[in-house]
């Protein structure tokens, strides 16, 4: 399977506990995005990678979410100390750079819930 | 302000009926212009873009959306609906130097036999 892959689906957790998502892009692409959507919303944007940098990250990003990109290939996006409203469906994109290449894909998501 | 409004927040079809859902843009070129769809509990499939040139383009499950510069309007339509597009639509725009997307609300649509 070539396209963006995401783990865990589903994940339940009571409040305060930590939890870490992983994405896994589609091989070659080296731009890779995550995007938050609460019920009843559109996705939204929370932070950025080209490679292993980290170039833009949203005002939703609080200081309880860090995200990297170690080697440049997958990527986490970890939430300490969850709280009721981060229960949401966390979606991973990732994309080329260059010229010509104007989209990107997106992953299944990786619905949270806290409990 | 930058944006995507997608008017509706829901509609219902009957099942062979025609369909529209409405998009518009707000930003100061013509951006990339998408159309998503996603079932319960699903990512995001894309259905259509438009980067340029024809501004009626084609996407997949028969529908296709218009670019409409004069009314920055990038409207989805299908000439019939059948039970299983019932889901979610979003219509989204990618601006500036990378791919970053920013989706409108979304339309949730039902279909009705």
């Known amino acids: 399977d070539t396209g963006v892959s995401q783990n865990p689906r589903h994940k339940i957790t009571k409040r305060g506990q930590n939890v870490t998502f992983r994405c896994d892009p589609i091989s070659e692409h080296n731009r890779l995005y995550w995007y938050r959507q609460t019920l009843g919303q559109g996705p939204e944007f929370l932070t950025y990678f080209q490679n292993e940098a980290q170039l833009e990250k949203s005002r939703l990003l609080s200081d309880r979410f860090s995200a990297e990109r170690p080697k440049g290939s997958f990527s986490t996006l970890e939430i300490q100390r969850t709280e009721q409203g981060d229960s949401a469906m966390y979606l991973c994109a990732s994309s080329l750079a260059g010229r010509g290449a104007t989209e990107a894909f997106f992953g299944q998501g990786t619905r949270l819930t806290v409990v | 302000a930058q944006s995507v409004t997608q008017p509706d927040i829901h509609i219902t079809v009957s099942e062979g009926a025609s369909l529209e859902l409405r998009c518009n843009y707000s930003?100061?070129?013509?951006?990339?212009l998408f159309w998503y769809v996603q079932s319960p509990g699903q990512g995001l499939q894309l259905l259509l873009k438009y980067f340029s040139g024809d501004t009626l383009v084609q996407g997949i499950k028969g529908f296709e959306a218009e670019f409409k510069r004069s009314q920055s309007s990038f409207n989805l339509r299908k000439p019939s609906v059948h039970w299983s597009d019932a889901a979610e639509y979003f219509c989204?725009?990618?601006?500036?130097?990378?791919?970053?997307?920013?989706f409108g609300t979304g339309t949730k649509l039902q279909v009705i036999p």
């Open positions: 989204a725009v990618v601006h500036g130097g990378y791919q970053k997307v920013t």
């Open positions: 930003y100061g070129a013509t951006p990339y």
